[in-house]
């Protein structure tokens, strides 16, 4: 051969095409990679399913002709790996030519090791055993069997997946005959020798490769090239893998004179050239250029793996020319062919006198169908050491290529969805340009570009694919585009470049192949089925009233549906949109795969509860890949409600009627109502719940809350006679509203529960549960309400005591049948009472002397025509009944109640007690009383003890204290202020009017019994007065700082009628009700938050307000406090400064009940509160002085933290968006009384410790605060 003998032009074929010069290099990689390069071979793998099986078939030379590979399982036994060759034992391995087992076979750097003689082979069973130490080097080992063609694995491994036929290889305008090899190498096999020719047969089936053949430089390339290469990842490293490449290096000495990258296949120095075979090999090695190409691998030669190959990247061979490659029509394996020789180290050069060649074997017809009725060859290559320069390995493989033709193709082109697009005139089939490619590349860059929009109308598009493409397709009104003729057959790559009017760009790229064929019939149809044009209409349907209906189950936006129309006037209906729950409680509804174009939408169902039906019509516009909103936000339901006219009545319990007895009221009756989300919840279910809202409200002077005037007020009548105008609105939220401002209640369930018994009356406590439930009724207005007709009827029971007392002559003889007249100040209502035998007068119920036994028996003497008092002329004595039953119960109509032998005579009132003169007191003074009735004595008898009528100078005195601030007589409650006081009215009786008289009274503590101090001082109070009249009574005044006082404490009033320095007279009594006041003590409690947040954080901004909510206890109602408010650094445990100023902020306000909530507002510069916590103090002062303070730095309720948040990244999208959300609504907090048990108070020790502690820290600040204050 000469092998050094420049390389001359190749000579165009017929026909015109230009053919690349190129060289068959092979490239080789074999082995695992010797240990001493393992930082080169992290990725090779040490995974195997069997060991590895050659088998090599021999020529009569002892020259590899074929081989074929297989993986033997294996089972470990007694210390043996016993691979199975062969199961069964059919392939009579005891005729191998040879066998052998080698270590780390075929790899390079003398590692190849001959185990051999440490194993056997057992023919019969088909089984190798190998010494079980090999175990950890299992996929380096190789069991090699030398076979004659003859032998019944060529059969089976070779020839069974062939047909051995001639075929006729056409490429351009030139034509050939390959013949397959198969049948010499049979014959000779047989005992004919027709491969006696000197290379090492005939020309017309031999065909001599190019000899100069570049070889990578194993130890260091072979992982790293495979990996670039895209070898599958379990193979790197693996033996059995080849591929051609159209490159070649020239070695001297086993030094490389360089590389020739556009070198032969096919040696045309040599008598075996065929141009025409040279051209197919050039044509169908796609890999020279680094193409997509389907190429295969096998370890057993069995399973092909298609994989893709690519240049590598860095990888890549340097000087690698680029260009279109061909069709991708090959793929190849290889292993090597001889195992007895070395095999060399270093690098791996060519071997210009060695056998290089290949030969057609046949059609390939196996397993895998993707490569039937392909060409398959076999080639050898010898290798030399270009380090030693010495000849080993034979490396033989196969080449797998595809036959080259001509034939036909078109484009159908069908909707996706034909629903959608079909008799509908925004689609069309017409138009859509296609394009195809000869490698996949190309095509996916051309769908790249189409799908960035790079053509404006479909003829640019078919302009641009006419110069680019390999053949150009437009489909018709039918979808069906022309048949394009006269393609070479093979592989191709179809895809979209312009899609028609209403569908969507299809990008995918689709491979198909053109069959070369001279049947006209015969045509490669390719389909695209594009998606039309669609979108979709969603709906966010949200309340009309959020602070009604979030998470409430009597309102569920669920179960809407809204029709979707073709024409404004709602009549044409498309589809429909059922809205069910989202996340946040709304309703969503989404309807997808719509065709674009114009709708209307309207609500035809409304919501499955609580919601009025929306009648607005919505227009909308579908365009493709998008989610239209209906009202571009959301639509909206109005909530139904119940806007009651009345709510509650009042009513007294005996007479069952809107009108009070005696001196007590139905008005300013206060009931908490309690509003829940709940639907028919009962009393039991409420308890776990919390209300969504709460108010207290009271009743005006009837009785009655009208829900329809909560926000107006009525006028209230007090007790001394004035009146008042009152808020129906006690507390709590702001009332629910219907859309026209009107009232109403929200659909759930309400707790209604007296808190405060109006003057007079005992307090119900009883909870009623009441319902508003939903109607059947599209507008929003309801009237479901489980109540008593006429409004929720609440009664109370006034007040009743009973009263008794004994008459005794000058504390001596008691004095039967004296009449008492007794009259209720308010109603004028009077009955008369009379003493019995043992001088006792009572208007008790027993058993012998009930209420309603002869009741009020006595007044008839005493009763004017007129029905007014009148003393008789002649009193008969002997008429008066001591057994009679008495019984107040007018009312301020004039009706009476029945008597009720279960209750007290007396109602709440005043009443007068007048001792009418008669024979048996005619000597004596006339006694007179005052009593009052009020709701403590319920139950109770008020028992005046011995009324004695003396002669002047035999004083007797009774007190009644009650708080001076409300002048209220019933009033027995005054709060712990710095200015409390208490009015102590002193009944007398037995004074010498005109005389000179003193009292003196002192406040005693019950609790001890000793007297109450004040500063160490007793609390004392004295009246000089001189009496009109034998009876009457006088008002001692206690005025006192009661703010020290820091839990309940009932003080008693102890007082002494002095006259002329001497005690004439004394009550002192600690048990005596009439004579104590209950002290309630005052305390606040502060509960801090960003008015943004409406937590405890913040985020820092340029002005931010604070809203400190401040629950207080024990204020009297109607007096003037004032909440002063100090910022605190909390970290510095100091004021919070601004502009070196003390932030502190005053709130005035008049409390209406003894209990409440305030809030006070602080805003201050907020840009630099990044890191910063605010505590806020609070002090409470009453006409200028401290009577409760809540200042603790440690406070979490009191404190705000403000902070800049974590920003996350900004969102990606797709083309659809993801269906939106939208803000949530903010839902009110209800506003509640305060229920403190316990709160923070003035004087508690603990508290006093604390203030003391932080008004020495904040030092200046402190200084400051006081300074404030004491300016105000």
């Keep these: 051969m000469d092998s050094l003998d420049p390389v001359p032009a190749r000579p165009p074929l017929q026909g015109g095409r230009a053919l690349f010069n190129m060289v068959l290099a092979f490239l080789l990689l074999v082995g695992l990679i010797p240990a001493m390069c393992a930082p080169a071979t992290s990725a090779v793998a040490t995974e195997t399913e069997g060991v590895p099986v050659m088998f090599h078939f021999k020529d009569s030379a002892g020259e590899t002709i074929d081989f074929a590979s297989i993986t033997a399982p294996y089972d470990l036994q007694e210390g043996h790996i016993v691979a199975t060759v062969d199961e069964g034992g059919t392939l009579s391995l005891n005729e191998a030519l040879g066998f052998a087992v080698y270590e780390h076979y075929a790899t390079f750097g003398d590692r190849q090791r001959d185990i051999t003689d440490e194993c056997s082979l057992d023919a019969a069973a088909g089984t190798v055993s190998i010494p079980e130490s090999y175990a950890d080097t299992l996929e380096t080992l190789g069991i090699v069997f030398e076979l004659s063609p003859a032998h019944p694995a060529y059969e089976r491994f070779v020839l069974a997946d062939l047909d ?9 305008e030139e034509t050939t005959i390959i013949a397959s090899d198969i049948p010499d190498i049979l014959a000779e096999a047989g005992g004919i020798a027709p491969f006696a020719a000197a290379f090492p047969g005939q020309a017309e089936k031999h065909y001599a490769l190019n000899p100069y053949m570049r070889l990578e430089t194993f130890d260091v390339d072979m992982p790293r090239k495979q990996e670039a290469y895209g070898f599958p990842s379990d193979l790197v490293g693996s033996y059995g893998f080849g591929a051609f490449f159209g490159t070649s290096q020239h070695w001297v000495n086993g030094v490389s004179q360089g590389t020739n990258f556009n070198d032969y296949v096919l040696n045309t120095a040599s008598s075996s050239f065929d141009a025409v075979v040279d051209a197919f090999l050039y044509e169908t090695i796609a890999a020279r250029n680094g193409a997509d190409a389907p190429f295969a691998t096998s370890r057993t030669g069995s399973d092909y793996r298609a994989r893709f190959l690519t240049t590598g990247n860095d990888y890549k061979d340097a000087n690698y020319s680029g260009g279109s490659a061909p069709t991708n029509r090959a793929m190849a394996q290889a292993t090597c062919g001889t195992a007895g020789v070395s095999n060399g180290y270093g690098a791996v050069a060519s071997n210009p006198n060695g056998d290089n060649y290949i030969t057609y074997k046949g059609t390939y017809t196996g397993s895998q169908s993707a490569y039937n009725g392909w060409y398959k060859f076999y080639y050898k290559i010898d290798a030399r050491s270009a380090a030693t320069n010495k000849e080993f390995q034979d490396v033989v493989g196969y080449l797998l290529v595809e036959p080259i033709n001509t034939g036909r193709a078109q484009v159908v082109k069908t909707s996706a969805n034909a629903a959608i697009s079909n008799a509908n005139g925004n689609y069309s089939l017409a138009n859509a340009v296609f394009g195809a490619f000869s490698t996949r590349a190309s095509a996916e860059a051309a769908a790249d570009q189409a799908a960035k929009g790079a053509w404006g109308s479909w003829q640019a598009a078919r302009t641009w694919a006419q110069a680019n493409a390999s053949f150009t397709l437009v489909t018709g009104a039918d979808g069906r585009s022309a048949v394009v003729e006269d393609i070479e057959g093979g592989d191709y790559y179809f895809c979209e470049l312009f899609a028609p009017p209403g569908f969507r760009l299809n990008s995918a790229v689709q491979k198909a192949t053109v069959e070369a064929t001279s049947d006209e019939s015969v045509v490669c149809q390719v389909s695209f089925a594009d998606e039309p044009m669609r979108g979709s209409i969603d709906l966010l349907k949200q309340s009309g009233y959020p602070e009604v209906t979030l998470r409430h189950p009597g309102y569920t936006l669920a179960g809407a549906v809204y029709g979707v129309y073709a024409d404004s006037a709602c009549t044409k209906l498309v589809r429909e949109i059922r809205t069910s729950l989202n996340g946040d409680a709304d309703g969503y509804g989404r309807i997808d795969e719509m ?19 929306d009648s607005r019509t919505y227009a909308v516009t579908v365009a493709d890949r998008s989610v239209t909103r209906v009202n571009t936000t959301a639509v909206s339901d109005k909530a139904k409600l119940n806007p009651l006219s009345l709510l509650i009545q009042k009513k007294d319990a005996q007479s069952g009627q809107s009108h009070a007895q005696g001196a007590a009221t139905l008005g300013d009756a206060h009931f908490r109502i309690d509003y829940y989300a709940a639907k028919n919840a009962s009393l039991d279910a409420l308890k776990t719940l919390e209300p969504q809202a709460s108010w ?13 005037q909560a926000e107006s007020s009525f006028t209230h009548t007090l ?7 009152l808020p129906y609105k006690v507390a709590g939220d702001a009332f629910y509203k219907l859309s026209n401002g009107r009232i109403a209640l929200p659909i759930g369930t309400y707790a209604i529960q007296e808190v405060k018994a109006p003057r007079g009356y005992l307090l119900d406590e009883t909870v009623h549960v009441r319902h508003v439930t939903d109607a059947d009724t599209d507008g929003e207005i309801i009237e479901t309400f489980d109540a008593e007709q006429n409004g929720d009827l609440v009664t109370d029971r006034v007040a009743r005591t009973d009263l008794r007392f004994m008459k005794r002559a000058d504390g001596a003889a008691k004095l039967a049948g004296i009449p008492f007249k007794l009259t209720s100040k308010t109603t004028g209502e009077w009955h008369i009472l009379v003493t019995d035998k ?28 007129d029905g007014s008092f009148q003393m008789p002329l002649t009193l008969d004595t002997e008429a008066l ?99 409390a006081v208490v009015i102590d009215r002193v009944t007398y009786s037995g004074l010498e009017p005109g005389e000179p008289y003193l009292l003196r009274g002192t406040l005693m503590d019950k609790a001890t019994g000793e007297p109450f101090l004040v500063n160490e001082e007793e609390v004392a109070a004295e009246l000089e007065f001189a009496p009109e009249d034998y009876n009457g009574y006088a008002n001692v005044t206690f005025a006192f700082d009661a703010s020290a006082i820091t839990e309940d404490t009932n003080l008693v009033v102890f007082e002494t009628l002095l006259q002329d320095g001497v005690e004439v007279a004394s009550h002192r009594d600690l048990a005596d009700r009439k004579q104590t006041i209950a002290v309630s003590p005052i305390a606040i409690g502060t509960t801090a938050v960003d008015a943004a947040t409406g937590t405890h954080e913040g985020v820092p901004a340029e002005e931010v307000t604070i809203i400190d909510t401040v629950s207080y206890q024990g204020l009297t109602p109607g007096e003037e406090y004032e909440l002063s408010a100090v910022l605190m650094d909390k970290e510095e445990n100091a004021p919070w400064l601004v502009e070196d100023k003390v932030v502190m902020v005053s709130h005035r306000f008049i409390p209406e009940e003894s209990s409440g909530t305030v809030d006070v507002e602080i805003t201050i510069p907020g840009t630099n509160l990044d890191g910063v916590s605010l505590v806020v103090f609070e002090s409470l002062l009453h006409d200028d002085i401290e009577v409760a303070l809540h200042a603790d730095i440690e406070d979490e309720g009191q404190t705000v933290s403000y902070a800049y948040p974590d920003l996350p990244l900004p969102p990606t999208g797709g083309d659809e968006p993801e269906k939106p959300t939208e ?22 020790e603990s508290l006093t410790v604390i203030c003391l502690v932080a008004l020495l820290a904040v030092a200046g600040a402190g200084a400051a605060f006081v300074a404030y204050r004491k300016r105000r």
């Design 595 to 613: 065709p674009i174009g114009s709708y209307w939408v309207r609500e035809t169902k409304r919501p499955l509860e609580g919601y009025a039906l």
């Design 164 to 172: 051995t036929s001639p075929q006729e290889l056409t490429v351009g």
């Design 719 to 725: 007790a001394d006679g004035t009146t008042e105008e």
């Design 881 to 979: 009944d001591a057994t009679a039953g008495i019984w107040f119960g007018l009312n301020a109509e004039g009706a009476s109640v029945a008597a009720d032998n279960g209750l007290g005579a007396l109602p709440f009132d005043t009443y007068e007690l007048e001792e009418l003169r008669c024979p048996a007191n005619a000597i004596f003074e006339m006694i007179r009383d005052e009593i009052v009735v009020d709701e403590s004595d319920e139950g109770l008898v008020i028992d005046l003890g011995t009324l004695n009528n003396t002669g002047t100078g035999k004083p007797t005195i009774r007190t009644s204290a009650y708080d001076g601030l409300s002048d209220d007589l019933y009033d027995t409650q005054i709060s712990a202020d710095a200015k």
């Design 696 to 708: 207290v409200v009271r009743t005006n002077d009837e009785g009655a809350f009208l829900l329809d």
């Design 838 to 865: 043992n001088g006792l007068a009572s208007t008790e119920s027993t058993p012998g002397h009930p209420h309603d036994a002869n009741t009020n028996a006595n007044d008839a003497q005493f009763t004017a025509p």
């Design 1223 to 1244: 803000p949530e609504a903010d839902e009110p907090e209800p506003t509640r009384v305060a229920q403190t048990s316990r709160l923070a108070q003035t004087g508690d």
